[in-house]
């Protein structure tokens, strides 16, 4: 059993970035009870937020854009937050194929090819899901 999900109790997920930041708190495998995307100097006080709200104690957070310097940031002003780092190598193109099927094309959007299409909002917030499910179900 992975790490962090005996305790049932809800993690958080962190996809971090230099002007927004997406968050999410998922319970178990599926049932998703906030995801949002956040201004990144908004970032630190959602997660508290979500943590009090919540009860959450472990943070998945990508691996790649200004991570370091967010784990360094959440270690100072979360110190009892638990961190977990996770791959986020291509999690925003799965992110893109995650926003179609949750939220199909309608009309003549329909006619343009998966891949091509781009979803009319930022999907960070899908990205903070999809590495608590990286976390989760490790390959």
Known sequence: MTQGCCDNLPLLGFDPGRDKCGVAVVQGFDKV???QVVASDRALETLQTLCDRFGST?????DRTTSRQWQDRIRQ???????V????????????????SMYPPRGLKRLIP???RL???PIDDIVAILLIER???PD
């Open 58 to 62: 472990t943070l998945i957070i990508g």
């Open 135 to 137: 976390y989760l179900t």
């Open 33 to 35: 009870l906030d995801a």
């Open 77 to 83: 002003e979360l110190p009892d937050l638990r961190l």
């Open 114 to 116: 998966q891949g091509l």
């Open 119 to 121: 979803p009319p909002r």
């Open 85 to 100: 780092t996770v791959n986020e190598q291509n999690s925003t193109l799965a992110a893109r194929d995650r926003y179609w």
